[in-house]
């Protein structure tokens, strides 16, 4: 025979069953829920396994756009054709200032250095003018200017000028046997009763020069110019030297001339030639190099 379940055990039973219930409820909806969880997991790991290529992309064709190759092609035309261009153009512009004024560079380019010059004067590197058998060299360029002799002042006369008598203070000097006399920076020579003044005879030796000379340095050695002569220091007096080559003056006196030397004027005065140039705007006149043309078919001609 069944035995009857009372009413308490029924309903313990009917609560066991819905809790049996919920819990695979709960269980079941966990379950979807996964589920649902890894199908959107596999959706985002799909659609970023489709996009990183694409983000990947720029980082691949970055090099190409950077061309480094382009970059350097243009760098290196632009260096070739200027380089050139530049070289050329400055040749041209070293060349124009000879041009019209009678000179240009001689072909060797260490220079031509006279005899018993110095290594270390500097030599020419202009073409000289032949003319009349002679070569005359110079530093500077030919500047045609008029010529105005310069006066020293009262006391000095220019070359031929007669005096009856001498001052005072005049001294004697003797040389090579013939006695001249010596006064404010002019030499006189004893002629018909009188004084005439001569040129300064080189070797004579002076105590003292007029203010109002002009220093010069040529190859490192001072000279002193005044009147037309030219002046070295020597102890305690002052020595008559020829004018020295290169030497820059910008005054001659009286008695100084005009002589033609080919299609160019020069001056002269006691038998040496002065190159009429220009320095810093201001007229000037250079002692030039003057030598017998023995080599005349070994140097250039001077360019018209």
């Not at 983000?55 to 480094?68: G, K, L, S, T, Y």
């Not at 203070?169 to 040389?175: E, F, K």
């Not at 004084?195 to 109002?212: E, F, K, L, M, R």
């Not at 080919?262 to 009429?276: F, H, K, S, V």
Request: avoid cysteine.
């Amino acid at each position: 025979m069944k035995r009857k379940m009372n009413k308490p055990q029924k309903t313990a039973k009917l609560i066991l069953a819905m809790v049996f219930l919920l819990a695979f409820a709960s269980q079941l909806a966990t379950a979807q829920d996964r589920r649902g969880e890894d199908k959107r997991q596999r959706k985002e790991d799909k659609h970023a396994h489709n996009v990183k290529p694409q983000q990947q992309r720029p980082a691949i064709n970055q090099p190409q756009m950077n061309r480094p190759q382009v970059v350097n092609r243009t760098t290196t035309r632009v260096v070739n054709r200027t380089t050139p261009r530049i070289v050329n153009r400055t040749t041209i512009v070293n060349r124009t200032p000879n041009r019209g004024r009678g000179v240009r560079p001689i072909g060797n380019r260490s220079g031509y250095r006279p005899q018993g010059w110095a290594p270390t004067r500097r030599p020419y590197t202009r073409a000289p003018i032949i003319y009349g058998g002679r070569r005359f060299y110079a530093y500077h360029s030919y500047y045609p200017h008029p010529f105005t002799a310069f006066r020293y002042g009262p006391t000095w006369h220019p070359l031929g000028f007669f005096l009856t008598a001498l001052v005072g203070t005049a001294i004697v000097i003797d040389l090579e046997n013939r006695s001249y006399h010596y006064s404010a920076g002019v030499f006189y020579a004893p002629y018909n009763n009188g004084y005439q003044v001569v040129p300064a005879p080189y070797g004579a030796y002076v105590p003292s020069i007029p203010q109002g000379y002009q220093q010069v340095s040529v190859g490192g050695q001072s000279y002193y110019y005044y009147g037309g002569a030219f002046f070295v220091l020597n102890g305690n007096n002052y020595e008559v030297v020829q004018a020295p080559s290169g030497a820059v003056v910008y005054n001659l006196p009286e008695g100084a001339t005009q002589e033609q030397v080919d299609n160019y004027m020069y001056m002269q005065y006691n038998g040496t030639y002065y190159q009429p140039i220009q320095i810093n705007g201001q007229n000037a006149y250079e002692v030039v190099e003057l030598e017998p043309d023995t080599q005349q078919q070994q140097l250039p001609q001077p360019q018209q």
